[in-house]
T-cell receptor, first 109, second 113 residues
Framework: GQNIDQPTEMTATEGAIVQINCTYQ??????LFWYQQHAGEAPTFLSY??LDGLEEKGRFSSFLSRSKGYSYLLLKELQMKDSASYLC??????????WGAGTKLIIKP | ETGVTQTPRHLVMGMTNKKSLKCEQH?????MYWYKQSAKKPLELMFV???????ENNSVPSRFSPECPNSSHLFLHLHTLQPEDSALYLC????????????FGPGTRLTVL
């Protein structure tokens, strides 16, 4: 079956760095998405990776290894506003989007 | 107004009620989606519309009935729901149906008593 695994919850300190991991098992692969969702709000798009490697966007970076079925989202210089859930989703060969349950990130002062 | 809007933001209904959720997108996108989000569970895709035609229905119970009168509007009609249908219902849109550049609305928090 198709599956996405990511940790349920993580805690980090303001100003620090945190890495949120995601592993996926899909029938074929057409890319991996990361979304941010603040409590009570809509998910917002963060990144899309389809090729191996690291893509950086300001404080946020996303990494993909297709051979390992693995991705991570790296958040640097953490701010209190980064407290949110981070959703990982993989696009399979039929362009079906398989979602993880999300990682709730708690930032402490 | 820009982006994807949803109304109402909160809805409480009894199991015998009939209600509708509304979604509107102002992005000129061709595809629209309904998702169900339950606590600590992955997003569940319910329906996909492309250019007003339903292209996907993921085994959703018939008590949920979608309607897409045009490419900017999407409705989800609800009737005789069950308490386990209580969840956040999210609408999204994208230029095509490959899920890239998918924009989500704020959701409707539904509680079924």
């Amino acid at each position: 079956g198709q599956n996405i695994d990511q940790p349920t919850e993580m805690t980090a300190t303001e100003g620090a760095i945190v890495q949120i991991n995601c592993t996926y098992q899909t029938s074929g692969f057409n890319g991996l998405f990361w979304y941010q969702q603040h409590a009570g709000e809509a998910p917002t798009f963060l990144s899309y990776n389809v090729l191996d490697g690291l893509e950086e966007k300001g404080r946020f970076s996303s990494f993909l290894s297709r051979s390992k079925g693995y991705s991570y989202l790296l958040l640097k210089e953490l701010q209190m506003k980064d407290s949110a859930s981070y959703l990982c989703a993989a696009l399979d060969s039929n362009y079906q989007l398989i979602w993880g349950a999300g990682t709730k990130l708690i930032i402490k002062p | 107004e820009t982006g994807v809007t949803q109304t109402p933001r909160h809805l409480v209904m009894g199991m015998t009620n009939k209600k509708s959720l509304k979604c509107e997108q102002h992005l000129g996108h061709n595809a629209m989606y309904w998702y169900k989000q339950s606590a600590k569970k992955p997003l569940e895709l319910m329906f996909v519309y492309s250019l007003e035609e339903r292209v996907e229905n993921n085994s959703v119970p018939s008590r949920f009935s979608p309607e897409c009168p045009n490419s900017s509007h999407l409705f989800l009609h609800l009737h005789t729901l069950q308490p386990e249908d209580s969840a956040l219902y999210l609408c999204a849109s994208s230029p095509g149906t490959d899920y890239r550049e998918q924009f989500f609305g704020p959701g409707t928090r539904l509680t079924v008593l």
